[in-house]
């Protein structure tokens, strides 16, 4: 079974940092473009950050020059460095990537998500 696992949300205060990191299953060979995702409580999905498999960033507005999106192409990870974080920050955060899978000598792509962390910024 293909997986998307994250970890690294929690509590933190105003102006504090947290690190999130999602890892995609050994039986996924590659990812292509890999993200992040976060949706506030009554709110939509909206995209934070995404890297390509080349390295090429993209960020909300809203998080630019605070957050950071870092990827590991061997290890079919990404990361997520989010500082000076803000009430507004609080959301459930998803990892979401275009994996590759072989069965036989088929290569399929999908697209996965995983099963989301929490991230609160409160005081």
């Known amino acids: 079974q293909v997986e998307l696992v994250e970890s690294g949300g929690g509590l933190v205060q105003p102006g504090g940092s947290l690190r999130l990191s999602c890892a995609a299953s050994?039986?996924?060979?590659?990812?292509?473009?890999m993200a992040w995702y976060r949706q506030p409580p009554g709110e939509p999905r909206d995209l934070v950050a995404s890297?390509?498999?080349?390295?090429?960033?993209t960020y909300d507005d809203s998080v630019k020059g605070r957050f950071t999106i870092s990827r590991d192409i061997a290890e079919r990870t990404i990361s997520l460095q989010m500082n000076s974080l803000i009430p507004e920050g609080t959301a459930v955060y998803y990892c979401?990537?275009?994996?590759?899978?072989?069965?036989?000598?088929?290569?399929?792509?999908?697209?996965?998500w995983g099963q989301g962390t929490q991230v609160t910024v409160s005081s």
């Open positions: 979401d990537a275009d994996l590759r899978t072989r069965k036989g000598w088929t290569t399929y792509e999908n697209n996965y």
């Open positions: 050994r039986n996924a060979f590659s990812a292509n473009t």
């Open positions: 890297i390509t498999r080349d390295g090429y960033t």
